[in-house]
């Protein structure tokens, strides 16, 4: 695997249900970030995570909990969501401070 | 505040030239970033500026003017695959390790044959 990675690329859940977005990176980079891509909205930052420590909470709802177990891997936990927030949720890393390198992206889906 | 502008959709034809601009308000400046996402993709990195002036990097070219929050892309001899959208993203010297992105909408590219 090169690259970002993440799984699962699909995501259908109920409101109730808890679910994990995964995503890991093999460039060794030290950064990792969590986006939100809306349909006519810019994407949006949620967390960053530095040497593993979170740096950044961009005023997210806590029904979503990231967690960063080292630097190569990055985890979004999802709990009691609602319909808006169906989205694009894409991870990226970096070199800091080079450029971000994107994911594929996760197409979640809340019924 | 913040806030980062761009067209939201432009058309061009196969061969020509294309610019996109992007005009930034934002309390703290660390660079500015072009990203290409075709549908359903991730976005990849197009560019980075962080002193005023072009930076060209093959057919495309990308110019930045801080002391105007004014940055462009510049695409020549478009091609079909270059239809996509274009994302304009600030670096937020601000924020605590000085790497949070500040993304546009982006602009949504056609070009026709």
Same mark, same amino acid.
């Given at each position: 695997?090169?690259?970002?990675?993440?799984? #699962?690329?699909?995501?259908?859940?109920?409101?109730?249900?808890?679910?994990?977005?995964?995503?890991?990176?093999?460039?060794?980079?030290?950064?990792?970030?969590?986006?939100?891509?809306?349909?006519?909205?810019?994407?949006?930052?949620?967390?960053?995570? %530095?040497?593993?420590?979170?740096?950044? %909470?961009?005023? +997210?709802?806590?029904?979503?909990?990231?967690?960063?177990?080292?630097?190569?891997?990055?985890?979004?936990?999802?709990?009691?969501?609602?319909?808006?927030?169906?989205?694009?949720?894409?991870?990226?890393?970096?070199?800091? #401070?080079?450029?971000?390198?994107?994911?594929?992206?996760?197409?979640?889906? +809340?019924? | 505040?913040?806030?980062? &502008?761009?067209?939201?959709? $432009?058309?061009?034809?196969?061969?020509? =030239?294309?610019? =996109?601009?992007?005009?930034?308000?934002?309390? *703290?400046?660390?660079?500015?970033?072009?990203?290409?996402?075709?549908?359903?993709?991730?976005?990849?990195?197009?560019?980075?500026?962080?002193? &005023?002036?072009?930076?060209?990097?093959? @057919?495309?070219?990308?110019?930045?003017? @801080?002391?105007?929050?004014?940055?462009?892309?510049?695409?020549?001899?478009?091609? $079909?695959? &270059?239809?996509?959208?274009?994302?304009?993203?600030? @670096? &937020?010297? @601000?924020?605590?390790? *000085?790497?949070?992105? =500040?993304? *546009?909408? *982006?602009?949504?590219?056609?070009?026709?044959?």
């Amino acid at each position: 695997e090169t690259g970002v990675t993440q799984t #699962p690329r699909h995501l259908v859940m109920g409101m109730t249900n808890k679910k994990s977005l995964k995503c890991e990176q093999h460039l060794g980079h030290n950064a990792m970030y969590w986006y939100k891509q809306s349909a006519k909205k810019p994407l949006e930052l949620m967390f960053v995570y %530095n040497f593993k420590e979170q740096t950044e %909470n961009n005023s +997210v709802p806590s029904r979503f909990s990231p967690e960063c177990p080292n630097s190569s891997h990055l985890f979004l936990h999802l709990h009691t969501l609602q319909p808006e927030d169906s989205a694009l949720y894409l991870c990226a890393s970096s070199q800091t #401070p080079g450029e971000q390198f994107f994911g594929p992206g996760t197409r979640l889906t +809340v019924l | 505040g913040q806030n980062i &502008d761009q067209p939201t959709e $432009m058309t061009a034809t196969e061969g020509a =030239i294309v610019q =996109i601009n992007c005009t930034y308000q934002t309390s *703290g400046f660390n660079g500015l970033f072009w990203y290409q996402q075709h549908a359903g993709e991730a976005p990849t990195f197009l560019s980075y500026n962080v002193l &005023d002036g072009l930076e060209e990097k093959g @057919r495309f070219s990308s110019f930045l003017s @801080r002391s105007k929050g004014y940055s462009y892309l510049l695409l020549k001899e478009l091609q $079909m695959k &270059d239809s996509a959208s274009y994302l304009c993203a600030v @670096r &937020d010297g @601000r924020s605590q390790a *000085g790497t949070a992105l =500040i993304f *546009g909408k *982006g602009t949504t590219l056609s070009v026709s044959s």
